[in-house]
């Protein structure tokens, strides 16, 4: 027989304990920011129904990056490719049981089929954010703050990232009524818009020229080159500035500022593909000159939850995704050291104290100390190397001569200072070190 | 267009709040004894190729019970229906990095194609814990005892369940050489065995039987009838006490009575499909007459690393699941009851305030409190009715007044009671409360 492949499928990754660490460490901060918020935690299935992505999703997104398949039952199902249908699903089953303004998010997995690459996995995970049943911009200052808030939590300062932030209605009184486009010339401008910092200004022009035709392309390219230039809501076009939705982005800009929010402007060129966002839309970039892409991104849609057959409930959402947040941490030096869960590996210097040492890690557990035996009955030379790959902070030696004196030989790993300590001793270094890591980390979320 | 249906895909479940309280309190239940034994967390895809299945697990699990298709690479993948496989994967992959005993766990969804019943999902979540690199009986020792306190980290009382176990090895020989059953006999009667609590003493008589055949029914089933007696491993037939296996039942016994672990015992029958176990297997049972079932299992499995094409690793694990640890806790009344994360609502009486109710609810937040803010405009009862809704435990009141004064309503909701309170006072009520309901969860785990 031949052997199978240790390699995980493509396109996904394994998670081993120090890959885990980090993971652990961005999703709890995930945690604590959402509750602080007040949003509560919710999971969906991993499967859904094909038909709850290609009724709103792009159609790139629903019918050539899906994971779909036929189940055994002829049904039409798809490991789910983002959160926002089987949430906006959930809240339509129990619309009248929740309480609004509903705060949900989740931290969960996703499939997506593309070629794997730099920052894109196949499998990804994301923290999903959503806000229902409030109409009122007052519902994004409060993504965006916590959107702001999500990248400070690590220790970001405002320099190293900037918030986007466009809305749709505007962008459609801008192709429509500005730029003078059709409903097919407005989707191509729209898409065009979208690769602007990935092509170059010629080309950008080029094709910009193609879309307006002949006629129009000199008229069209000079407003386009003027709004490019656009840094404020005020600065836009007359009468681009007296609809609506100018007027709620003013009034958004006006509460970000009061929250605190510091690195938020208009950028009148951003689009963030448009399937279903109804009003504001936003992304968070990292401004590292290594790493210079969208962290994530979020908006309002105020359209997916009727979609279940119940009247509309007004939502704005956000996506941090883990490996994206994981690049910005790395290029911003933000990624603390991380040790073992485990507190302290026990070592065994010979069979005949095994059963000693087993007592004794059972009444540190007792007292909050993650402890692990070494049981192998290998030679102490061959324990202590296992240790230092498991990156656990602390030895302790159990010998026969530490059970007579029930003073223990407490290795420091990093230090590699050794001591003779008592079990209680021991207990209170444990905890001394493990507050000392929580008072780390949060003085880091105070550094500017 | 018709609408899209609500419901979840058949056999999965939607995890609203309240349904995420109980299970957060099952895992976070699930990490505090995995890390206080030294385990460290991990996680594997939720894709994988279908082979690393078909190569060891059942017949039926592999190519029934699996949600299988080909991707659009053409490769035949899996969702995975169970852990094993793929962390057998990894270390098989990492087989020199990781220090041994390689201590791993991770909490997983997995899918299987099933008929849904109480207590059977076709998406379910399981704790996975498996110690790689002891082929000594102190491995099973190490995992049983986290067996039992994983049960009694919930408050469970010893009368409320019980861990039976057998041997694989001694399971073959009672087969082979006390049954004499050739190797398609043992398969069947391994199985019959399995059903034993599920069909009636005749059926089961009638069934063996059929699988000794005419000549040897009269031997074959008297032995049966004294094998079923066997309540110790000094009970079991001189031949079969001689075998090793036995040997190592011995001894466990002995490992978990030193360990405190009160209510294993040896049973005979219990079988647990043999496909890749090769020592000990285990099963821990509900006694409650209302949910008299296996809550999860476990057992040595040391040839599965190396189908990867490595030298074997000789590993035992166990996988406790959320929905049998659920039922288990409902049976025995052991679930707490629960409130949102979310500590404080602040409830807004008028829309003129709202600016001052986000300040004060970020001032809250700094000290460490939970606060959402009512940004719906709606009226007050509506408000308070949302409150209720969402199972928040205080709600604080800022209206006109309350800025004036600086002295807040603070509203415990399950008691009722209304003070005024500083923000500070607001901030030392809450904290006590949580500390409070720490402590219960501690002195629940010392009940007995």
Same mark, same amino acid.
């Given at each position: 027989?031949?052997?199978?492949?240790?390699?995980?499928?493509?396109?996904?990754? %394994?998670?081993?304990?120090?890959?885990?660490?980090?993971?652990?460490?961005i999703?709890?901060?995930w945690?604590?920011v959402?509750?602080?918020?007040?949003?509560?935690?919710?999971?969906?299935?991993?499967?859904?129904?094909?038909?709850?992505?290609?009724?709103?999703?792009?159609?790139?997104?629903?019918?050539?990056?899906?994971?779909?398949?036929?189940?055994?039952?002829?049904?039409?199902?798809? &490991?789910?490719?983002e959160m926002t249908?089987?949430?906006?699903?959930?809240?339509?089953?129990?619309?009248?049981?929740?309480?609004?303004?509903?705060?949900?998010?989740?931290i969960?997995?996703f499939?997506?089929?593309?070629?794997?690459?730099?920052g894109r996995?196949?499998?990804f995970w994301q923290f999903n954010a959503?806000?229902?049943?409030?109409?009122?911009?007052?519902?994004?200052?409060?993504m965006l703050?916590m959107a702001y808030?999500v990248v400070?939590?690590f220790?970001a300062?405002?320099?190293?990232f900037t918030i986007r932030?466009?809305?749709?209605?505007?962008? %459609?009184?801008?192709?429509?009524?500005?730029?003078?486009?059709?409903?097919?010339?407005?989707?191509?401008?729209?898409?065009?818009?979208?690769? $602007?910092?990935?092509?170059?200004?010629? %080309?950008?022009?080029?094709?910009?020229?193609?879309?307006?035709?002949?006629?129009?392309?000199?008229?069209?390219?000079?407003?386009?080159?003027?709004?490019?230039?656009?840094?404020?809501?005020?600065?836009?076009?007359?009468?681009?500035?007296? &609809?609506?939705?100018?007027?709620?982005?003013?009034?958004?800009?006006?509460?970000?500022?009061?929250?605190?929010?510091?690195?938020?402007?208009?950028?009148?060129?951003l689009?963030r593909?448009? *399937?279903?966002?109804?009003?504001?839309v936003f992304e968070v970039f990292d401004?590292?000159? *290594?790493?210079?892409r969208a962290m994530f991104g979020g908006g309002?849609?105020?359209?997916?939850?009727?979609?279940?057959?119940?009247?509309?409930?007004?939502? #704005?959402g956000m996506a941090p995704g883990l490996t994206p947040t994981q690049l910005f941490l790395?290029?911003? $030096?933000?990624?603390?050291?991380?040790?073992?869960?485990?507190?302290?590996?026990?070592?065994?210097?010979?069979?005949?104290?095994?059963?000693?040492?087993?007592?004794?890690?059972?009444?540190?557990?007792?007292?909050?100390?993650?402890?692990? #035996?070494?049981?192998?009955?290998?030679?102490?030379?061959?324990?202590?190397?296992?240790?230092?790959?498991?990156?656990?902070?602390?030895?302790?030696?159990?010998?026969?001569?530490?059970?007579?004196?029930?003073?223990?030989?407490?290795? %420091?790993?990093?230090?590699?200072?050794?001591?003779?300590?008592?079990?209680?001793?021991?207990?209170?270094?444990? $905890?001394?070190?493990?507050?000392?890591?929580?008072? *780390?980390?949060?003085?880091?979320?105070?550094?500017?």
């Open positions: 027989m031949t052997s199978l492949s240790m390699q995980p499928y493509k396109g996904t990754r %394994d998670f081993y304990p120090a890959d885990m660490r980090v993971r652990n460490y999703f709890d901060t945690h604590k959402a509750r602080a918020h007040g949003y509560e935690e919710y999971a969906a299935p991993v499967l859904e129904p094909l038909e709850i992505y290609t009724a709103k999703s792009g159609q790139e997104l629903a019918t050539e990056q899906t994971y779909t398949f036929t189940d055994r039952g002829e049904r039409v199902v798809a &490991i789910r490719p249908p089987s949430i906006s699903r959930m809240v339509a089953a129990r619309r009248q049981e929740l309480g609004y303004p509903a705060r949900l998010y989740s969960a997995n499939m997506r089929y593309e070629r794997p690459q730099r996995e196949r499998e959503d806000i229902f049943g409030v109409s009122g911009v007052l519902a994004e200052a409060e703050t808030e400070k939590a220790g300062s405002d320099d190293m932030i466009n809305n749709r209605k505007l962008i %459609d009184e801008m192709m429509r009524s500005y730029l003078e486009l059709d409903a097919v010339q407005a989707n191509l401008m729209v898409k065009l818009f979208d690769r $602007k910092n990935k092509i170059s200004p010629e %080309d950008f022009r080029d094709q910009a020229v193609d879309i307006f035709g002949e006629d129009a392309a000199a008229g069209g390219t000079a407003k386009i080159a003027k709004l490019i230039t656009v840094q404020q809501v005020r600065d836009l076009p007359k009468e681009l500035q007296e &609809i609506e939705a100018a007027g709620e982005l003013l009034e958004l800009f006006d509460l970000l500022e009061t929250a605190g929010v510091k690195n938020a402007r208009f950028d009148v060129t689009m593909g448009l *399937d279903y966002y109804t009003g504001t401004t590292h000159p *290594d790493n210079n309002r849609y105020d359209g997916l939850v009727g979609l279940f057959g119940v009247e509309p409930v007004p939502t #704005v790395e290029s911003h $030096k933000l990624l603390p050291e991380f040790v073992s869960t485990t507190d302290v590996s026990i070592v065994v210097p010979s069979r005949e104290t095994t059963e000693s040492a087993l007592k004794i890690a059972q009444e540190l557990r007792e007292e909050g100390v993650n402890v692990e #035996v070494d049981i192998s009955g290998r030679k102490i030379d061959k324990q202590i190397k296992a240790v230092l790959k498991k990156q656990v902070p602390f030895m302790v030696f159990v010998g026969e001569e530490e059970l007579k004196s029930k003073l223990y030989t407490f290795k %420091d790993v990093a230090s590699e200072a050794e001591e003779k300590l008592s079990l209680e001793r021991i207990v209170t270094r444990v $905890k001394d070190y493990r507050r000392k890591g929580m008072m *780390d980390e949060i003085d880091a979320l105070f550094v500017e």
